[in-house]
């Protein structure tokens, strides 16, 4: 694993404030590369946490997360605060990418239920990139602190996710349908999510066997429950 060695200290970017009329200060040029240099470290921490995680696993410490990135559980408590903080920022990049990614996929469908396919086959895809990397952005976590562990979610970037995937699913919805199912277009791209999502962990979360689906036939799956629900299986069983 590459080490990602420790070249910043805890800087003080902080100016002092203003005296009342005085003018503003110029900038400060250093403090400003200071800055810069800080982002850059931030991120550099970001891919080797998600590196980390993805070789480790989910439930790695950030003990075992820094030494995989070649520096110490001080380094990312300084700049993330807490496990939770560094999964928040890893879930940041993680699932804007996916986002990205389900929007590429969705402006290519010329239909709605095409739309659907694309977009459950575009999630299940990154998911199944590193599902590691994925189950440690999106799961509640115990926040590793002095004080004790205690129950945290990585909402925001989550939160943030699912509510611009339901506005995707929203849209074509309300141009399909038209006035008068508002009821609809508001609760089911969120019914959907729920579905798609605890159908796709739990088939992520599945150990390879002959009965579970590959990604593509899973994809299928979900989509057909989506649109016709379960009623030609009720209908075959009759």
Request: overall charge negative.
């Amino acid at each position: 694993m590459p080490s990602v060695p420790d070249t910043l200290g805890t800087v003080n970017l902080i100016p002092p404030a203003a005296s009342p009329g005085s003018s503003p200060e110029p900038v400060d040029g250093r403090a400003s590369r200071w800055q810069g240099h800080r982002e850059e470290r931030r991120r550099e921490l970001i891919k080797a946490a998600r590196r980390a995680v993805h070789a480790l696993g989910s439930d790695a410490s950030m003990e075992d997360i820094a030494a995989a990135a070649g520096t110490s559980k001080s380094v990312f408590y300084r700049y993330f605060g807490d496990k939770a903080g560094l999964q928040q920022a890893v879930g940041e990049v993680v699932l804007g990418q996916m986002q990205q990614r389900i929007r590429e996929a969705a402006q290519s469908a010329q239909t709605p239920r095409e739309g659907l396919l694309a977009m459950v086959s575009a999630y299940l895809q990154m998911a199944e990139t590193s599902p590691n990397v994925y189950t440690f952005v999106t799961r509640y976590s115990a926040v590793e602190s002095d004080g004790g562990p205690t129950s945290i979610t990585t909402g925001g970037a989550l939160g943030h996710f699912f509510d611009a995937i339901a506005d995707m699913i929203a849209t074509p919805m309300r141009h399909h349908l038209g006035e008068g199912k508002e009821a609809v277009i508001g609760y089911w791209p969120n019914a959907a999510i729920g579905l798609v999502r605890n159908a796709g962990e739990q088939w992520l979360a599945s150990p390879d066997s002959p009965a579970k689906p590959d990604q593509e036939t899973m994809a299928r799956q979900i989509t057909d429950w989506l649109c016709v629900g379960i009623a030609p299986e009720l209908k075959d069983a009759q």
